[in-house]
């Protein structure tokens, strides 16, 4: 539609006139007057056609006697002819269906509302589009289906009902619902659009049909998004804003994601059903709480917002928050826990090698001591980091705790990695709360003092020629079985065990004890990294070093052979 003025009959007053004024707009007919001319009743005395005027009481005050958009329109129950809309477009204030009435829209005509939609009967959409182009809209009944939905620029559109949308909604304008479900039902395609502003209350996508969101961005108030059919972002961003705790169930794929929950005392957005962010996963307010279920940012999402303890993504269920990676590069995993009081705990990855192929890394925590940490110096939480499609990757982790997790002497806990066995790294430290090591593999990462009880005072490896001595001395021993000498030729390599059995512990919880071990199976000149492992008597071990030992060549000395005369 072009711009311009249209008006009413001549034979109206002046007032009239201006009241039923109307400015068109690139979203349709645009209410301008704040009030309406009167009100008209569809009497069907005539037919069934919505633009004959003797089918209308005398109280329309549009050309030839039909509505005009600022009447009020009643459809009453219990006539024989009931209206339809297809030789035009057609234009209200407010419109009221009663029961046992009907109004229908045939073909491609509009029908546009500048106030309320009230519906007790029957309303057929056909392929047909309502526009809403009043300042003060709103849909007052629930179970419509609509076909093609429009709110126009300027207008606005406050709802607290359940509605269907059957082939398109686009909003210019402000549309606001406070209750009750929007349901995209028929399609098989349904389409988004428009630069308003949209927050719709609960979503419902049913089975077998598509929403494609383009660039339209809207809100979710609600409880639930459901989504049995097919989401397709484009560009759009999605927010969940409710006030109390949001599901979104069924597989959806988000471009940008918000999460901006105010449900301080609960989960805030909870996952029914895993999902992935390609684009932007903001986190400006509330929990995104995985429970059982994965969250995975592509290969180029990013997270935005400034996370926290109170803005983050709780995942201490069986469910993990899953990052993409093409290739090496570092990401800071924006993990915490909402047991008891909320725990703000991040990990960062920085790959800086590796080969990658449609490869992920995934990390979820517990905010408790490890089953396996029997340190009297320890972290009560503990971080699991798996991956995907990441081989020969060298990678430095970072762990961020809080002070609630110090339980006994903080300086004395080291970061520690369990893998069937305890591998144990440097200091934590206490002045940032973090710990840090530079791995090859993934399992479960936490601290402690010594996860096994024992306390290692020395650990050196001394070359001879053509051999290796390992010598170590314990300060204490408690539940310690005996140790293993494990060697690599590089220092995250593969190692071997090089005892057949355990060298048996003789130490005790007050007393230590040195041991010696000759490693003489070697090359000479070469390099060898040794690991010295710790067995406790429930068959669980902690492994330390490396050390590195590089035996010497052995000499021969050929003494000249002297013939003694007698």
Not at 23 to 45: E, I, K, R
Not at 97 to 126: C, D, H, M, P, W
Not at 381 to 407: E, H, L, M, N, Q
Not at 527 to 541: K, N, S
Request: charged share 10%; with cysteine.
């Amino acid at each position: 539609m072009g711009t311009g003025t249209w008006h009413r009959r001549l034979s109206v007053s002046m007032a009239s006139l201006l009241l039923a004024t109307v400015a068109w707009a690139a979203g349709g007919l645009l209410a301008v007057p704040p009030a309406h001319a009167g009100s008209c009743s569809w009497t069907g005395n005539t037919s069934s056609d919505w633009h004959t005027g003797s089918n209308w009481s005398s109280g329309c005050s549009g050309d030839g006697g039909i509505p005009a958009s600022d009447d009020d329109v009643l459809i009453p129950s219990g006539l024989s002819n009931q209206p339809i809309i297809s030789s035009g477009d057609a234009a209200v204030n407010n419109l009221t269906i009663n029961q046992n009435a009907s109004l229908t829209v045939q073909g491609s005509r509009s029908l546009y509302i500048a106030g309320t939609f009230t519906k007790s009967g029957s309303f057929e959409a056909g392929s047909g589009t309502v526009v809403f182009n009043g300042p003060n809209g709103s849909i007052a009944t629930g179970s419509t289906s609509f076909y093609d939905l429009r709110i126009a620029s300027g207008a606005t559109v406050n709802t607290s009902k359940s509605f269907n949308i059957q082939h398109s909604f686009t909003n210019e304008g402000i549309f606001t619902a406070t209750d009750n479900t929007v349901n995209f039902v028929t399609g098989p395609t349904i389409t988004l659009s428009g630069s308003g502003s949209t927050t719709f209350y609960n979503v419902k996508i049913n089975s077998g049909k598509t929403v494609e969101a383009g660039s339209h961005s809207f809100a979710v108030s609600g409880s639930t998004w459901t989504n049995d059919g097919t989401f397709t972002a484009g560009t759009s961003t999605v927010t969940f804003n409710g006030s109390a705790t949001q599901t979104i169930s069924g597989a959806t794929t988000f471009h940008n994601l918000t999460i901006n929950n105010s449900h301080t005392s609960g989960d805030g957005v909870t996952l029914g059903a895993d999902i992935i962010v390609n684009g932007t996963l903001t986190l400006s307010d509330g929990f995104l709480t995985l429970g059982s279920y994965n969250l995975t940012l592509g290969t180029g999402a990013t997270v935005a917002g400034t996370p926290s303890a109170s803005n983050m993504v709780v995942a201490t269920g069986s469910g993990q928050l899953r990052k993409q990676f093409s290739g090496p590069g570092s990401f800071t995993f924006p993990v915490g826990d909402n047991t008891g009081t909320a725990e703000y705990s991040p990990a960062t990855l920085n790959f800086t090698s590796g080969s990658f192929s449609g490869a992920y890394a995934a990390v979820s925590l517990a905010d408790s001591k490890h089953a396996n940490n029997r340190s009297p110096d320890y972290l009560t939480r503990y971080w699991t980091v798996t991956s995907s499609g990441i081989s020969g990757f060298s990678c430095a982790a970072t762990f961020k705790y809080t002070d609630a997790d110090v339980v006994g002497t903080e300086a004395n806990i080291k970061g520690a990695k369990w893998d069937s066995s305890w591998t144990v790294y440097d200091a934590v430290n206490a002045a940032n709360n973090t710990f840090a090591m530079t791995v090859s593999s993934f399992s479960d990462f936490t601290g402690g003092s010594d996860p096994l009880l024992i306390m290692l005072a020395s650990f050196t490896a001394t070359p001879l020629a053509g051999a290796v001595l390992l010598e170590w001395e314990t300060a204490s021993e408690m539940d310690v079985a005996g140790f293993n000498i494990w060697r690599s030729a590089s220092p995250d390599g593969m190692y071997v065990k090089l005892n057949s059995a355990l060298i048996p512990a003789r130490g005790s919880p007050t007393r230590g004890a040195r041991y010696t071990y000759t490693d003489a199976d070697i090359v000479p000149g070469t390099v060898y990294w040794y690991r010295l492992e710790e067995v406790d008597i429930y068959g669980a071990g902690t492994l330390h070093g490396p050390v590195i030992g590089t035996p010497r060549p052995q000499y021969r000395i050929n003494l000249p052979f002297l013939a003694l005369k007698r």
